[in-house]
């Protein structure tokens, strides 16, 4: 056979091996990232935990409150400050 045909054969396969390594490489990386994600939301969900048991449940509850209403104010404000597309 041609001698070019078995360097392009060679290039080829070079490329695929190379897009290999750089698969495997992501997929590492991608799962250190989700583990990080894991352990973040754990002290997230921990830290939340403290905060209630030290307010205790009564003031949690109103703090909450307090919250949704706070959001419910600030997406009426968004609303209010959208401004009407030009037709």
Same mark, same amino acid.
């Given at each position: 056979m041609d001698k070019s045909l078995y360097k392009m054969k060679g290039k080829k396969q070079s490329t695929v091996k190379s =897009? @290999?390594?750089r698969v495997e490489g992501l997929t590492k990386i991608v799962k250190e990232l989700?583990?990080?994600?894991q352990? %973040?939301? %754990? =002290?997230a969900q921990? #830290? =939340? #935990?403290?905060?209630? =048991?030290?307010l205790g449940e009564e003031e949690w509850?109103?703090?909450v409150e307090e919250l949704k209403d706070k959001e419910k104010r600030n997406i009426e @404000?968004?609303?209010k400050l959208e401004i009407p597309e030009e037709k």
């Amino acid at each position: 056979m041609d001698k070019s045909l078995y360097k392009m054969k060679g290039k080829k396969q070079s490329t695929v091996k190379s =897009l @290999q390594n750089r698969v495997e490489g992501l997929t590492k990386i991608v799962k250190e990232l989700i583990k990080e994600v894991q352990i %973040n939301a %754990n =002290l997230a969900q921990g #830290t =939340l #935990t403290a905060f209630q =048991l030290h307010l205790g449940e009564e003031e949690w509850n109103k703090l909450v409150e307090e919250l949704k209403d706070k959001e419910k104010r600030n997406i009426e @404000q968004e609303n209010k400050l959208e401004i009407p597309e030009e037709k």
